[in-house]
């Protein structure tokens, strides 16, 4: 079976930061992208960010803000969130496909439980 995990969520102030982590099994992250979408209340669900083995894009909302790196010992990779603003606060999603990077949700095949991002002072 193929999954993926998010973990790292939580409260936080404004200018604060959290580190994200999407955990793979059944497969080997580095053969897939991997997206990282946000779902406020009320709103769609929204790209943050895609990797691959060949690029890395963020969102221009987030940029300069938010980095991912990627530890294939462990299958894991990470959404590394500075400066986070109240306007983050949202249910933060990882997903895997086998094929490029693109911010596009609905052609990601394998959806993360989400991970609550609340940032309130």
């Known amino acids: 079976q193929l999954l993926v995990v998010e973990s790292g969520g939580g409260l936080v102030q404004p200018g604060g930061s959290l580190r994200l982590s999407c955990v793979a099994s059944g497969f080997s992250l580095d053969q897939y992208a991997i997206g990282w979408f946000r779902q406020a209340p009320g709103k769609g669900r929204e790209g943050v960010a895609c990797t691959s083995r060949i690029i890395t894009n963020f969102a221009e909302s987030v940029k300069g803000r938010f980095t991912i790196s990627r530890d294939n010992t462990k299958n894991t990779i990470y959404l590394q969130m500075n400066s986070l603003k109240p306007e983050d606060t949202a249910v933060y999603y990882c997903?895997?496909?086998?094929?490029?990077?693109?911010?596009?949700?609905?052609?990601?095949?394998?959806w993360g439980q989400g991970t609550q991002v609340t940032v309130s002072s």
């Open positions: 997903a895997a496909r086998k094929g490029g990077a693109i911010m596009i949700p609905e052609l990601y095949e394998i």
